[in-house]
């Protein structure tokens, strides 16, 4: 499923047990949930896979989307699929660790209104992951931080400044929303 400017135009996925697509459902239950904020936003997808997630925010009108993917292979299957939806201009492509990557990006001041967080399931890497997304300030003022888990996954409720306001399942599937909590003038979270 492509909704928007690039709706209607097939992306390709390498066929690897490695890498658990974002489901159609989930993919437009979780556009649904983002709504307006998508236009004019930066995006960040993180462990990007096919890039389908990142390239939907595009097509729906993000400003830029960064797409992190370790695995060169896939990348190269974003970057097919970016240049098949017309969207390559807006996109930046990091063949990094995605640890690697959120350093290196808050190191450059990149901040991103949305970031999607989908890893492998079963290794602990979504607490990672907030946890860098915080300590790296990578998250724009007022961004949200959707991360795809399985169930039983161990996900927490806060991780540094970040903290889950909303849990949606699908199945086995989870999506769980973070922002930042709002501090008060002295810098005490409120």
């Known amino acids: 499923m492509i909704t928007g400017s690039a709706k209607g135009r097939p992306l390709k996925a390498l066929k690897d047990r490695s890498v658990r697509p974002t489901s159609d459902r989930v993919k437009e239950s979780l556009f649904n ?37 370790l695995q060169t292979a896939h990348l190269r299957v974003v970057a097919e699929n970016l240049q098949t939806t017309g969207l390559r201009d807006r996109a930046e492509l990091i063949r990094r660790d995605a640890r690697a990557a959120l350093k290196d990006l808050g190191n450059r001041g990149r901040r991103f209104d949305l970031i999607f967080v989908d890893p492998p399931y079963g290794q602990e890497l979504v607490p990672q992951s907030l946890a860098l997304i915080d300590d790296c300030g990578v998250l724009a003022e007022g961004g949200w931080v959707i991360c795809e888990h399985h169930g039983k996954d161990q996900v927490p409720d806060a991780a540094g400044g970040l903290h889950r306001f909303r849990e949606v399942v699908f199945g086995e599937t989870v999506l769980s929303i973070y922002r930042a909590e709002a501090r008060d003038a002295g810098g005490q979270n409120s």
């Open 33 to 69: 949930i983002i709504g307006s904020r998508v236009v004019d936003a930066d995006f960040l997808d993180l462990f990007a896979g096919s890039g389908s997630v990142g390239i939907e925010a595009l097509s729906r009108g993000a400003r830029s989307c960064v797409f992190v993917e």
